[in-house]
């Protein structure tokens, strides 16, 4: 459960929840979640939430965790139908559904088409793919969730280690059924 702030902390908060917390808000409010077309400042959220500027910061930056009653106040400022986006593991239906609308809305921000976010198994057989990969393999999972927390910039650098690992990675023959 959330708390108010490390000192204060309950024994099965942490550093970690912390951090995840401000991760999660700040991309919130950097895209102008929900609608993508403004982005919020620390003084709306605390205006709203009833809280000072300065919490939202703390917030923001890993350094507090709020009280179960902040984070609900918080999610319904993001009209988030609940406050586990904030708290939950990356690999959480709630938690992907928030994210694949974060980035559509950085995609509509950044003029590329929705549709190239959010294809579906229907639209392209390589989703399909990917879809059966991402159920079946855990690993998968968990590159594919912290992936979304990269700028454009990380995903760039990811993406070039990975070809370069592909490329360098040659398939072992199968034996043949001749000997």
Do not use: C
Request: glycine letters at 6%; aromatic letters at 6%; hydrophobic letters at 35%.
């Amino acid at each position: 459960m959330p708390s108010s702030s490390r000192t204060g902390s309950t024994p099965d908060s942490s550093d970690a929840d912390a951090i995840r917390f401000g991760i999660r808000l700040q991309r919130l409010i950097s895209v102008g979640y929900p609608e993508g077309t403004k982005r919020y400042t620390d003084v709306e959220i605390a205006a709203s939430v009833g809280v000072s500027a300065q919490y939202v910061a703390n917030l923001r930056n890993g350094k507090s965790l709020p009280r179960l009653e902040k984070a609900v106040r918080l999610a319904a400022f993001f009209r988030l139908d609940s406050w586990d986006y904030f708290v939950k593991p990356d690999d959480d239906p709630v938690v992907l559904a928030v994210e694949r609308r974060v980035r559509a809305l950085n995609a509509q921000r950044s003029g590329q088409p929705p549709a190239a976010v959010g294809a579906t198994e229907a639209d392209d057989p390589d989703v399909a793919e990917l879809w059966t990969h991402l159920k079946n393999n855990r690993d998968v999972q968990r590159i594919a969730s912290r992936a979304t927390q990269l700028t454009p910039e990380g995903l760039a650098a990811v993406l070039g280690v990975v070809d370069q690992i592909l490329g360098s990675t040659t398939p072992t023959p199968e034996p043949s059924d001749d000997s």
